[in-house]
């Protein structure tokens, strides 16, 4: 799994719309979310994050003891978050059955993916959900790309930090704890203003490939589309994704890559081991033996960077890759 996308941006419609964000939340609260409104009643004790961001943004907003389960990891947890999400029963490494989480008896679901919750919606619909009394909310991020529904989709727009921090906002609104959310959103939009600050006009148009995996080790490969994060990370960076589809993770030729010859090669690092490129070190050693990669400007000056495979999706670990990139390119002599 890489990621996945959706729809309608959400947009809160009462009981937070019209006060400070560090208010208390007055129920029932109404959302708009991905083209669905959801009410909560109350603020949830029971809850279920589906999909790793949906999970650690909850662990980070202090959620752990209301949260009954977790499913689709790619990466260990967050170090900061693994002494409260030890207490979190995990339903799944990848997708849980419908059953497993409705066994937990929860009263709310967050969703990373719409591929997860969608009309195909590989765990349950939003409507079954519902049906059960159980409101559930999909991540605005995902609702920013279209083709979706079953599967990696395309973005239109460049994603930004935005969207992520409106599902801080309003899963802290959810839970009641907006002064949380309210902290931690400064803390990653400082993060951000602290790498503009130090790179700004050193970039000069680096090329960059940002490589997540591969289900033949030497077959095409999903590399990231011009919009996603990684786009997101160019951007900053004043950098340039070579790929310029809207596709979120087109799958490319390794002889398109050569035509493209980046300067700085990112591979994806990640615990799943459901793909033959998931590994890292398989990503290295083909890298170096295969008789076109191995020909690429990064692989023979080593402008290899190994970065969290959830920070190449649109996720809180964005703004990590973000200043490990800009880091690698200090270090690689690119900025000076």
Known sequence: MMRLPAIVTGTLLAGVACMPATAATHYPLILENCGATITIAAAPQRAVGIGQNSSEIMLLLGLADRMVGTAVWVSPVLDELAKANAGVPRL?????????????????????????????GRVGTREQFADLGVP??????????????????????????????????????????????DELIADFRAREQAVRDRLAGRSDDISILFW????????????????????????VLGARN????????????????????????????????TQAADDPAVKREFLHTDPVASALSAVQAGHIVEMDAQAMNPTLRTIGGLEKLATALEAFGLLD
């Open 136 to 181: 559930s909310y999909v991540s605005p991020t995902d609702c920013d790309t279209t083709d979706n529904i079953s599967a990696d989709g395309s973005r239109a727009n460049l994603w930004t930090p935005e969207l992520l921090y409106r599902e801080i906002e309003e899963l802290a609104a959810i839970f009641d704890v907006s002064a949380q959310g």
């Open 92 to 120: 799944a490494d990848n997708q849980p059955s419908f059953e497993s989480v409705v066994g937990t008896n929860p009263d709310f679901v967050a969703a990373q993916f719409l591929s997860a919750l969608g009309p195909e």
């Open 212 to 235: 997540f995996s591969s289900a033949e080790t030497a077959g095409d490969a999903w590399v990231a589309g011009k919009n996603g994060a990684p786009g997101y990370i160019t951007n």
């Open 242 to 273: 070579v790929i310029e589809t809207e596709a979120e993770w087109p799958l490319v030729s390794w002889e398109t890559i050569a035509t493209a010859d980046p300067a700085v090669i990112v591979i994806g690092t990640m615990d799943r081991r």
